[in-house]
Protein backbone atom coordinates (compact mmCIF):
# COMPACT_ATOMS: atom_id res chain seq x y z
CA UNK A 1 0.00 0.00 0.00
CA UNK A 2 1.60 3.33 -1.20
CA UNK A 3 0.05 6.83 0.36
CA UNK A 4 0.90 10.03 -1.31
CA UNK A 5 0.35 13.02 1.35
CA UNK A 6 -0.17 16.27 0.19
CA UNK A 7 0.19 19.16 2.89
CA UNK A 8 -0.73 22.90 2.69
CA UNK A 9 -2.22 24.24 6.02
CA UNK A 10 -0.34 27.49 5.84
CA UNK A 11 2.62 28.57 3.43
CA UNK A 12 4.50 25.40 2.81
CA UNK A 13 3.74 23.13 0.23
CA UNK A 14 4.52 19.35 1.24
CA UNK A 15 4.44 16.00 -0.48
CA UNK A 16 5.07 12.78 0.96
CA UNK A 17 4.87 9.21 -0.01
CA UNK A 18 4.81 6.47 2.17
CA UNK A 19 4.57 2.90 2.01
CA UNK A 20 2.22 0.85 4.97
CA UNK A 21 5.39 -0.49 6.93
CA UNK A 22 6.36 3.08 7.52
CA UNK A 23 9.08 3.74 5.20
CA UNK A 24 9.11 7.33 3.93
CA UNK A 25 10.07 6.71 0.19
CA UNK A 26 10.00 10.50 0.05
CA UNK A 27 9.29 14.10 1.00
CA UNK A 28 9.82 17.36 -0.71
CA UNK A 29 8.22 20.67 -0.13
CA UNK A 30 8.50 24.48 -1.02
CA UNK A 31 7.93 27.27 1.51
CA UNK A 32 6.65 30.71 0.62
CA UNK A 33 8.35 33.55 1.56
CA UNK A 34 6.89 36.99 1.73
CA UNK A 35 8.66 39.89 0.28
CA UNK A 36 7.23 41.80 3.89
CA UNK A 37 4.43 41.39 6.51
CA UNK A 38 3.20 37.81 7.49
CA UNK A 39 1.58 35.16 5.21
CA UNK A 40 -1.41 35.99 3.68
CA UNK A 41 -4.21 33.45 3.08
CA UNK A 42 -4.74 33.77 -0.72
CA UNK A 43 -0.96 34.15 -1.64
CA UNK A 44 -0.63 30.86 0.61
CA UNK A 45 -3.73 29.44 -1.41
CA UNK A 46 -1.97 30.84 -5.07
CA UNK A 47 1.79 29.02 -3.72
CA UNK A 48 0.09 25.43 -3.06
CA UNK A 49 -1.41 25.84 -6.75
CA UNK A 50 1.26 26.52 -8.58
CA UNK A 51 3.78 23.67 -6.60
CA UNK A 52 1.41 20.70 -5.84
CA UNK A 53 1.76 19.15 -9.64
CA UNK A 54 5.50 19.92 -9.68
CA UNK A 55 5.90 18.57 -5.87
CA UNK A 56 4.22 15.56 -6.58
CA UNK A 57 6.66 14.89 -9.62
CA UNK A 58 9.59 15.38 -7.78
CA UNK A 59 8.16 12.92 -4.89
CA UNK A 60 7.57 10.42 -7.75
CA UNK A 61 10.96 10.67 -8.72
CA UNK A 62 12.39 10.56 -5.74
CA UNK A 63 10.66 7.44 -4.34
CA UNK A 64 10.75 5.53 -8.15
CA UNK A 65 7.41 5.45 -8.74
CA UNK A 66 4.92 6.07 -11.11
CA UNK A 67 1.36 8.14 -10.70
CA UNK A 68 -0.39 3.86 -11.03
CA UNK A 69 1.51 3.27 -8.04
CA UNK A 70 0.25 5.36 -5.95
CA UNK A 71 -2.98 3.39 -3.75
CA UNK A 72 -3.83 5.94 -1.81
CA UNK A 73 -4.42 9.69 -1.12
CA UNK A 74 -3.97 11.73 1.94
CA UNK A 75 -4.21 15.74 2.74
CA UNK A 76 -4.00 17.78 5.11
CA UNK A 77 -7.83 18.51 6.23
CA UNK A 78 -7.07 21.22 9.01
CA UNK A 79 -6.41 23.11 11.45
CA UNK A 80 -5.33 25.99 8.86
CA UNK A 81 -5.81 28.89 6.96
CA UNK A 82 -9.29 28.21 4.74
CA UNK A 83 -8.20 29.47 1.23
CA UNK A 84 -4.67 27.05 1.69
CA UNK A 85 -6.83 24.30 2.75
CA UNK A 86 -9.24 24.32 0.04
CA UNK A 87 -6.87 24.41 -2.50
CA UNK A 88 -4.87 21.52 -1.28
CA UNK A 89 -8.57 19.92 -0.46
CA UNK A 90 -9.01 20.14 -4.59
CA UNK A 91 -6.12 19.00 -5.82
CA UNK A 92 -5.99 15.75 -3.49
CA UNK A 93 -10.15 15.70 -4.86
CA UNK A 94 -8.65 15.29 -8.24
CA UNK A 95 -6.01 13.21 -7.78
CA UNK A 96 -7.62 10.55 -5.95
CA UNK A 97 -10.61 11.02 -9.01
CA UNK A 98 -8.27 10.30 -11.47
CA UNK A 99 -6.40 7.31 -10.38
CA UNK A 100 -9.73 5.75 -8.53
CA UNK A 101 -7.95 5.39 -5.50
CA UNK A 102 -9.61 6.43 -2.16
CA UNK A 103 -8.79 9.53 -0.25
CA UNK A 104 -8.25 10.63 3.15
CA UNK A 105 -8.71 13.96 5.07
CA UNK A 106 -6.74 14.13 8.26
CA UNK A 107 -5.70 16.05 11.46
CA UNK A 108 -2.43 18.24 10.70
CA UNK A 109 -1.52 18.00 14.20
CA UNK A 110 -2.29 14.63 15.23
CA UNK A 111 0.22 14.06 11.68
CA UNK A 112 2.54 15.95 13.78
CA UNK A 113 2.66 13.66 16.55
CA UNK A 114 2.49 10.32 14.78
CA UNK A 115 5.35 11.16 12.18
CA UNK A 116 7.05 11.88 15.64
CA UNK A 117 6.59 8.73 17.05
CA UNK A 118 7.18 7.14 14.07
CA UNK A 119 10.70 8.28 13.17
CA UNK A 120 11.71 8.34 17.01
CA UNK A 121 10.06 5.61 18.49
CA UNK A 122 8.06 7.18 21.48
CA UNK A 123 5.76 4.81 22.30
CA UNK A 124 2.95 6.93 24.60
CA UNK A 125 4.76 10.27 24.82
CA UNK A 126 3.32 13.87 26.36
CA UNK A 127 3.75 15.84 22.92
CA UNK A 128 4.72 19.70 22.79
CA UNK A 129 3.58 20.65 19.75
CA UNK A 130 5.09 24.57 18.69
CA UNK A 131 4.93 26.35 15.18
CA UNK A 132 3.57 29.48 13.64
CA UNK A 133 -0.09 28.72 14.22
CA UNK A 134 -0.40 26.09 16.98
CA UNK A 135 0.78 26.16 20.40
CA UNK A 136 -0.67 22.70 22.60
CA UNK A 137 0.49 20.14 24.62
CA UNK A 138 -1.26 16.53 23.78
CA UNK A 139 -1.60 13.19 25.36
CA UNK A 140 -3.53 10.00 24.49
CA UNK A 141 -5.95 9.22 27.06
CA UNK A 142 -8.61 6.22 26.18
CA UNK A 143 -9.35 6.63 22.49
CA UNK A 144 -8.17 10.06 21.56
CA UNK A 145 -5.22 12.52 21.65
CA UNK A 146 -6.72 14.96 24.25
CA UNK A 147 -5.17 18.64 24.39
CA UNK A 148 -4.11 19.00 27.96
CA UNK A 149 -2.97 22.72 27.39
CA UNK A 150 -2.77 25.17 24.86
CA UNK A 151 -1.97 29.29 23.51
CA UNK A 152 -5.19 31.24 24.87
CA UNK A 153 -4.04 33.57 22.14
CA UNK A 154 -1.06 33.10 19.59
CA UNK A 155 0.98 30.20 18.67
CA UNK A 156 4.76 30.71 20.15
CA UNK A 157 5.89 30.79 16.41
CA UNK A 158 3.86 33.43 15.42
CA UNK A 159 5.09 35.41 18.21
CA UNK A 160 8.38 34.92 17.48
CA UNK A 161 7.81 35.70 13.66
CA UNK A 162 5.43 39.00 14.27
CA UNK A 163 8.60 40.08 17.05
CA UNK A 164 10.75 39.58 14.23
CA UNK A 165 8.93 41.66 11.95
CA UNK A 166 8.08 44.43 14.23
CA UNK A 167 11.74 44.92 14.43
CA UNK A 168 12.56 44.31 10.89
CA UNK A 169 14.67 41.12 10.70
CA UNK A 170 12.38 39.74 7.86
CA UNK A 171 10.35 35.88 7.67
CA UNK A 172 10.41 33.75 9.17
CA UNK A 173 11.57 35.31 12.06
CA UNK A 174 12.24 32.55 14.73
CA UNK A 175 15.82 31.99 13.25
CA UNK A 176 16.72 35.27 13.00
CA UNK A 177 15.43 36.00 16.51
CA UNK A 178 17.43 32.69 17.83
CA UNK A 179 20.36 33.76 15.66
CA UNK A 180 20.68 37.43 18.13
CA UNK A 181 19.73 35.53 21.02
CA UNK A 182 23.04 33.18 21.20
CA UNK A 183 24.76 37.00 21.50
CA UNK A 184 23.71 37.69 24.78
CA UNK A 185 23.04 36.19 28.20
CA UNK A 186 21.59 39.44 29.74
CA UNK A 187 18.16 38.55 30.63
CA UNK A 188 15.87 41.04 30.56
CA UNK A 189 12.79 40.65 32.77
CA UNK A 190 9.51 40.21 30.94
CA UNK A 191 5.51 39.03 31.43
CA UNK A 192 5.56 35.15 32.08
CA UNK A 193 1.77 33.86 31.72
CA UNK A 194 1.25 30.17 32.71
CA UNK A 195 -2.42 29.85 33.29
CA UNK A 196 -2.66 26.28 34.56
CA UNK A 197 -1.76 23.80 31.36
CA UNK A 198 -2.45 26.90 29.34
CA UNK A 199 -0.55 30.26 28.56
CA UNK A 200 -0.54 33.45 26.85
CA UNK A 201 2.20 35.10 23.92
CA UNK A 202 0.38 38.01 23.35
CA UNK A 203 1.74 40.37 26.63
CA UNK A 204 4.97 38.80 26.31
CA UNK A 205 5.20 40.19 22.30
CA UNK A 206 4.08 44.03 23.47
CA UNK A 207 6.38 43.76 26.68
CA UNK A 208 9.10 42.66 24.21
CA UNK A 209 8.46 45.48 21.21
CA UNK A 210 8.36 47.95 24.38
CA UNK A 211 11.85 47.01 25.55
CA UNK A 212 13.17 46.95 22.24
CA UNK A 213 11.58 50.52 21.72
CA UNK A 214 12.76 51.85 25.21
CA UNK A 215 16.70 51.60 23.68
CA UNK A 216 17.46 47.90 25.22
CA UNK A 217 19.66 45.92 22.87
CA UNK A 218 17.71 43.86 20.13
CA UNK A 219 20.38 41.04 21.30
CA UNK A 220 19.22 41.21 24.77
CA UNK A 221 15.43 41.15 24.29
CA UNK A 222 15.82 38.52 21.52
CA UNK A 223 17.61 36.32 24.28
CA UNK A 224 15.05 37.49 26.91
CA UNK A 225 12.16 36.61 24.74
CA UNK A 226 13.47 33.30 24.06
CA UNK A 227 13.97 32.04 27.36
CA UNK A 228 10.61 33.58 28.77
CA UNK A 229 8.53 31.67 25.68
CA UNK A 230 10.55 28.71 25.80
CA UNK A 231 10.07 28.27 29.82
CA UNK A 232 6.65 28.59 29.65
CA UNK A 233 6.27 25.97 27.33
CA UNK A 234 8.19 23.81 28.71
CA UNK A 235 6.17 24.17 32.39
CA UNK A 236 3.17 23.57 30.78
CA UNK A 237 4.51 20.45 29.61
CA UNK A 238 5.86 19.29 32.66
CA UNK A 239 2.49 19.90 34.42
CA UNK A 240 0.91 17.77 31.62
CA UNK A 241 3.50 15.20 32.60
CA UNK A 242 2.56 15.18 36.08
CA UNK A 243 -1.06 14.82 35.57
CA UNK A 244 -1.16 12.54 32.76
CA UNK A 245 1.63 10.37 34.42
CA UNK A 246 3.68 9.44 31.90
CA UNK A 247 7.62 8.34 31.07
CA UNK A 248 7.89 10.42 27.44
CA UNK A 249 8.51 13.50 25.90
CA UNK A 250 8.09 14.27 22.12
CA UNK A 251 9.03 17.69 20.81
CA UNK A 252 7.78 18.66 17.31
CA UNK A 253 6.29 21.59 15.43
CA UNK A 254 8.57 24.01 13.36
CA UNK A 255 9.67 25.77 16.25
CA UNK A 256 11.23 22.70 17.34
CA UNK A 257 14.40 23.81 15.07
CA UNK A 258 15.49 25.83 17.78
CA UNK A 259 18.61 24.69 19.70
CA UNK A 260 17.79 26.27 22.57
CA UNK A 261 13.90 25.30 22.68
CA UNK A 262 15.45 21.60 22.62
CA UNK A 263 17.52 21.85 25.00
CA UNK A 264 15.36 23.33 27.68
CA UNK A 265 12.36 20.78 27.08
CA UNK A 266 15.11 17.81 26.80
CA UNK A 267 16.46 19.28 30.49
CA UNK A 268 13.15 19.41 31.62
CA UNK A 269 12.12 15.93 30.75
CA UNK A 270 15.35 14.60 32.61
CA UNK A 271 14.52 16.30 35.22
CA UNK A 272 11.14 14.89 35.49
CA UNK A 273 12.77 11.30 34.90
CA UNK A 274 11.09 11.37 31.51
CA UNK A 275 12.40 10.28 27.99
CA UNK A 276 12.61 13.23 25.58
CA UNK A 277 11.99 12.44 21.94
CA UNK A 278 12.28 14.51 18.99
CA UNK A 279 12.08 13.94 15.20
CA UNK A 280 14.69 14.69 12.72
CA UNK A 281 14.55 18.32 11.59
CA UNK A 282 13.17 18.06 8.47
CA UNK A 283 10.05 16.08 9.72
CA UNK A 284 9.45 18.89 12.96
CA UNK A 285 8.04 21.02 10.44
CA UNK A 286 5.00 21.28 8.01
CA UNK A 287 5.88 18.06 5.78
CA UNK A 288 3.95 15.69 3.54
CA UNK A 289 5.33 12.45 5.06
CA UNK A 290 3.38 13.50 7.74
CA UNK A 291 0.34 13.21 6.07
CA UNK A 292 1.08 10.59 3.98
CA UNK A 293 1.67 8.32 7.26
CA UNK A 294 -1.35 9.48 9.13
CA UNK A 295 -3.45 8.78 6.02
CA UNK A 296 -2.02 4.68 6.36
CA UNK A 297 -2.81 4.97 9.67
CA UNK A 298 -6.56 5.43 9.06
CA UNK A 299 -7.04 3.74 6.57
CA UNK A 300 -5.39 0.36 8.04
CA UNK A 301 -8.32 1.00 10.79
CA UNK A 302 -11.48 1.63 8.10
CA UNK A 303 -11.33 5.43 8.51
CA UNK A 304 -11.47 5.86 4.80
CA UNK A 305 -13.80 8.73 3.73
CA UNK A 306 -16.23 9.41 1.27
CA UNK A 307 -15.72 11.99 -1.39
CA UNK A 308 -18.54 14.41 0.16
CA UNK A 309 -17.03 14.05 3.41
CA UNK A 310 -13.78 15.81 2.60
CA UNK A 311 -14.63 19.38 3.35
CA UNK A 312 -11.91 21.03 5.39
CA UNK A 313 -12.11 21.90 8.98
CA UNK A 314 -10.12 25.51 9.53
CA UNK A 315 -10.55 24.71 13.05
CA UNK A 316 -9.93 20.95 13.24
CA UNK A 317 -9.20 20.46 17.46
CA UNK A 318 -6.76 17.72 18.21
CA UNK A 319 -9.23 16.34 20.36
CA UNK A 320 -12.23 15.54 17.45
CA UNK A 321 -10.52 12.65 16.18
CA UNK A 322 -10.54 9.16 17.45
CA UNK A 323 -7.29 7.49 17.12
CA UNK A 324 -8.03 3.13 17.29
CA UNK A 325 -4.16 2.51 16.64
CA UNK A 326 -2.67 3.56 19.85
CA UNK A 327 -3.42 2.66 23.77
CA UNK A 328 -1.98 4.00 26.64
CA UNK A 329 0.72 2.58 28.12
CA UNK A 330 1.36 0.89 31.55
CA UNK A 331 4.86 2.48 31.60
CA UNK A 332 4.14 5.45 34.20
CA UNK A 333 6.23 7.61 35.99
CA UNK A 334 7.63 5.89 38.86
CA UNK A 335 8.69 8.35 41.55
CA UNK A 336 12.08 8.41 44.19
CA UNK A 337 11.34 6.77 47.17
CA UNK A 338 10.13 8.96 49.79
CA UNK A 339 8.49 11.31 47.28
CA UNK A 340 4.22 11.55 47.84
CA UNK A 341 4.16 13.71 44.69
CA UNK A 342 6.25 15.48 41.95
CA UNK A 343 4.53 18.56 40.07
CA UNK A 344 5.42 20.96 38.17
CA UNK A 345 6.92 23.24 39.92
CA UNK A 346 7.35 21.16 43.39
CA UNK A 347 8.69 18.02 44.60
CA UNK A 348 6.23 17.18 47.98
CA UNK A 349 7.99 15.09 50.73
CA UNK A 350 6.51 13.47 53.78
CA UNK A 351 7.03 15.14 57.17
CA UNK A 352 5.87 15.80 60.78
CA UNK A 353 5.10 18.62 62.58
CA UNK A 354 4.44 19.29 66.35
CA UNK A 355 3.38 15.50 66.55
CA UNK A 356 1.25 16.23 63.21
CA UNK A 357 1.27 14.50 60.12
CA UNK A 358 2.72 16.97 57.42
CA UNK A 359 3.61 17.42 53.72
CA UNK A 360 6.66 19.48 52.56
CA UNK A 361 6.47 21.11 49.57
CA UNK A 362 9.86 22.34 48.17
CA UNK A 363 9.90 24.51 45.33
CA UNK A 364 13.28 23.23 43.78
CA UNK A 365 15.42 25.20 41.20
CA UNK A 366 14.94 24.47 37.76
CA UNK A 367 17.78 24.65 35.53
CA UNK A 368 15.79 24.73 31.98
CA UNK A 369 15.42 28.32 33.43
CA UNK A 370 17.36 31.20 33.59
CA UNK A 371 18.38 31.80 37.54
CA UNK A 372 16.81 35.47 37.14
CA UNK A 373 13.02 33.47 35.86
CA UNK A 374 13.64 30.59 38.23
CA UNK A 375 14.36 32.93 41.49
CA UNK A 376 11.81 35.43 40.92
CA UNK A 377 8.83 32.39 39.94
CA UNK A 378 9.96 30.46 43.26
CA UNK A 379 9.58 33.60 45.35
CA UNK A 380 6.77 35.19 44.19
CA UNK A 381 4.89 31.49 43.93
CA UNK A 382 5.71 30.58 47.44
CA UNK A 383 4.88 34.16 49.17
CA UNK A 384 1.83 33.85 46.64
CA UNK A 385 0.78 30.64 47.57
CA UNK A 386 1.12 31.24 51.34
CA UNK A 387 -0.78 34.37 51.35
CA UNK A 388 -3.91 32.70 49.03
CA UNK A 389 -3.92 29.58 51.14
CA UNK A 390 -4.40 32.15 54.38
CA UNK A 391 -6.77 34.35 53.03
CA UNK A 392 -8.78 31.95 50.99
CA UNK A 393 -9.90 30.29 55.17
CA UNK A 394 -11.88 33.55 55.02
CA UNK A 395 -13.99 33.25 52.20
CA UNK A 396 -15.03 30.08 53.36
CA UNK A 397 -13.01 27.74 51.32
CA UNK A 398 -11.61 24.95 53.40
CA UNK A 399 -7.64 24.96 52.43
CA UNK A 400 -4.74 22.99 54.14
CA UNK A 401 -3.12 24.67 57.44
CA UNK A 402 0.00 26.53 56.98
CA UNK A 403 2.58 24.96 59.71
CA UNK A 404 5.91 26.86 58.66
CA UNK A 405 7.54 28.79 55.67
CA UNK A 406 10.93 28.35 54.96
CA UNK A 407 11.36 31.23 52.46
CA UNK A 408 15.25 30.31 51.82
CA UNK A 409 14.71 26.78 50.29
CA UNK A 410 11.44 28.31 49.04
CA UNK A 411 9.12 25.46 50.89
CA UNK A 412 6.07 25.38 52.95
CA UNK A 413 5.03 22.66 55.36
CA UNK A 414 1.32 21.87 55.33
CA UNK A 415 -1.16 20.33 56.94
CA UNK A 416 -1.47 16.64 55.67
CA UNK A 417 -4.97 16.43 54.76
CA UNK A 418 -6.67 12.81 54.23
CA UNK A 419 -8.85 12.34 51.57
CA UNK A 420 -8.91 11.07 47.80
CA UNK A 421 -8.21 13.87 44.63
CA UNK A 422 -11.29 14.95 43.21
CA UNK A 423 -9.79 13.45 39.95
CA UNK A 424 -9.91 9.93 41.30
CA UNK A 425 -13.33 10.69 42.91
CA UNK A 426 -15.03 11.59 39.71
CA UNK A 427 -13.73 8.75 37.76
CA UNK A 428 -15.30 5.97 39.78
CA UNK A 429 -18.41 7.77 41.01
CA UNK A 430 -21.79 7.71 39.90
CA UNK A 431 -24.12 10.43 38.12
CA UNK A 432 -25.58 11.89 41.10
CA UNK A 433 -22.18 12.31 42.92
CA UNK A 434 -20.92 13.87 40.34
CA UNK A 435 -23.48 16.53 40.06
CA UNK A 436 -23.08 16.97 43.84
CA UNK A 437 -19.43 17.45 43.94
CA UNK A 438 -19.38 19.30 41.05
CA UNK A 439 -21.69 21.54 42.33
CA UNK A 440 -20.10 22.24 44.89
CA UNK A 441 -16.72 22.41 43.37
CA UNK A 442 -18.53 25.43 41.63
CA UNK A 443 -20.02 26.76 44.89
CA UNK A 444 -16.33 27.08 46.67
CA UNK A 445 -15.03 28.46 43.44
CA UNK A 446 -17.87 31.26 43.29
CA UNK A 447 -16.17 32.13 47.27
CA UNK A 448 -12.91 32.65 46.11
CA UNK A 449 -13.92 34.89 43.04
CA UNK A 450 -15.86 37.32 45.34
CA UNK A 451 -13.11 37.59 47.70
CA UNK A 452 -10.88 38.60 44.42
CA UNK A 453 -8.68 34.92 44.46
CA UNK A 454 -8.10 33.91 41.40
CA UNK A 455 -6.43 30.29 41.74
CA UNK A 456 -4.53 29.83 38.24
CA UNK A 457 -4.30 26.52 38.22
CA UNK A 458 -8.20 24.84 38.83
CA UNK A 459 -7.85 21.02 37.50
CA UNK A 460 -9.55 17.85 39.73
CA UNK A 461 -5.75 16.97 40.89
CA UNK A 462 -5.75 20.30 43.28
CA UNK A 463 -8.81 19.53 45.17
CA UNK A 464 -9.55 16.79 47.71
CA UNK A 465 -12.70 15.46 48.87
CA UNK A 466 -12.12 14.98 52.94
CA UNK A 467 -15.78 13.68 53.94
CA UNK A 468 -18.41 15.69 52.50
CA UNK A 469 -15.98 18.80 51.79
CA UNK A 470 -13.60 19.89 49.22
CA UNK A 471 -10.08 21.13 49.87
CA UNK A 472 -8.75 23.25 47.70
CA UNK A 473 -4.70 23.16 47.45
CA UNK A 474 -1.79 24.31 44.83
CA UNK A 475 -2.67 28.03 44.66
CA UNK A 476 1.15 28.47 43.19
CA UNK A 477 -0.48 30.26 40.04
CA UNK A 478 -2.93 32.40 41.96
CA UNK A 479 -3.50 35.57 42.30
CA UNK A 480 -5.46 38.94 43.75
CA UNK A 481 -7.74 39.87 40.77
CA UNK A 482 -11.58 41.51 40.71
CA UNK A 483 -11.22 41.72 36.56
CA UNK A 484 -14.17 39.66 34.62
CA UNK A 485 -11.07 38.41 32.32
CA UNK A 486 -9.20 36.88 35.13
CA UNK A 487 -12.40 34.96 36.56
CA UNK A 488 -13.38 34.04 33.14
CA UNK A 489 -10.10 32.67 32.32
CA UNK A 490 -10.08 30.89 35.65
CA UNK A 491 -12.72 28.94 34.98
CA UNK A 492 -12.07 28.50 31.54
CA UNK A 493 -8.76 26.96 32.40
CA UNK A 494 -10.84 24.41 34.21
CA UNK A 495 -13.10 23.64 31.69
CA UNK A 496 -10.69 22.43 29.10
CA UNK A 497 -8.68 20.54 32.47
CA UNK A 498 -12.26 18.68 32.69
CA UNK A 499 -12.11 18.15 29.06
CA UNK A 500 -8.45 16.71 28.74
CA UNK A 501 -8.96 14.26 31.77
CA UNK A 502 -12.40 13.79 32.28
CA UNK A 503 -14.03 14.34 28.59
CA UNK A 504 -16.94 11.74 29.00
CA UNK A 505 -18.15 14.02 31.80
CA UNK A 506 -16.76 17.03 31.15
CA UNK A 507 -19.75 18.54 29.87
CA UNK A 508 -22.16 17.58 32.37
CA UNK A 509 -19.77 18.39 34.87
CA UNK A 510 -18.66 22.13 33.49
CA UNK A 511 -22.38 22.86 33.73
CA UNK A 512 -22.88 21.87 37.13
CA UNK A 513 -20.14 23.82 38.43
CA UNK A 514 -21.88 26.77 36.27
CA UNK A 515 -24.99 26.00 38.52
CA UNK A 516 -22.99 26.03 41.99
CA UNK A 517 -21.15 29.16 40.70
CA UNK A 518 -24.31 31.16 40.43
CA UNK A 519 -23.53 33.06 43.69
CA UNK A 520 -20.69 34.71 42.20
CA UNK A 521 -20.81 37.81 42.20
CA UNK A 522 -21.46 39.33 38.18
CA UNK A 523 -22.20 35.96 37.58
CA UNK A 524 -23.64 36.97 34.22
CA UNK A 525 -20.78 38.76 32.93
CA UNK A 526 -18.24 36.20 34.10
CA UNK A 527 -20.18 33.67 32.32
CA UNK A 528 -19.93 36.10 29.02
CA UNK A 529 -16.71 36.58 29.65
CA UNK A 530 -15.61 32.97 28.85
CA UNK A 531 -17.50 32.50 25.43
CA UNK A 532 -15.62 35.39 24.46
CA UNK A 533 -12.17 33.80 25.52
CA UNK A 534 -12.85 31.23 23.91
CA UNK A 535 -13.86 32.41 20.68
CA UNK A 536 -10.34 34.13 20.68
CA UNK A 537 -8.64 30.80 20.02
CA UNK A 538 -8.36 28.89 16.68
CA UNK A 539 -8.89 25.36 18.53
CA UNK A 540 -12.70 26.06 19.45
CA UNK A 541 -14.71 25.94 16.15
CA UNK A 542 -16.14 23.05 14.38
CA UNK A 543 -16.05 25.19 11.00
CA UNK A 544 -16.08 23.05 7.73
CA UNK A 545 -15.51 24.72 4.39
Known sequence: MICIGIEGTAEKTGMGIVDSSGEILASVGKSLIPASGGIHPREAAEHHAANIVPLIKDALQKSDLKLKDLDLVAFSRGPGLGPALRTVATAARSLSLALKVPIIGVNHCIGHVEIGRLTTGAQDPVTLYVSGGNSQVIAFDRGRYRVFGETLDIALGNCLDQFARSVNLGHPGGPQVEKLALQSDNYIKLPYTVKGMDLSFSGLL??????????????????????????????????????????????????????????????????????????????????????????????????????????????????????????????????????????????????????????????????????????????????????????????????????????????????????????????????????????????????????????????????????????????????????????GVDLLVFKKALSGIHYNIAEKCFQFILEGYRGADGYDKIIKKIGEIESRSRYTSNDSL
Not at 321 to 350: C, F, Q, R, T
Not at 394 to 414: F, R
Request: charged share 30%; hydrophobic share 35%; net charge positive.
Open 206 to 487: TAALRKYEAGEKLEDVCFSLQETAFSMVSEITERALAHAKKREVLLCGGVAANNRLREIVSIMAEEHYAEFYQPPIKYCGDNGAMIAWMGQLMFHYGLVQKMKDTSVIQRYRTDQVDVPWMKNSDNHLKLPIGMVEKGAEANIYPGEWMGHDALIKERIPKSYRVKEIDRRLRKKRTKSESKLLNTAKTCGVITPLIYDIDKKKKSIILEKIKGKTIKKVLDISEPPKIKLICEKIGENIARLHNCGIIHGDLTTSNMLLHGDEIVFIDFGLGKISELVEDK
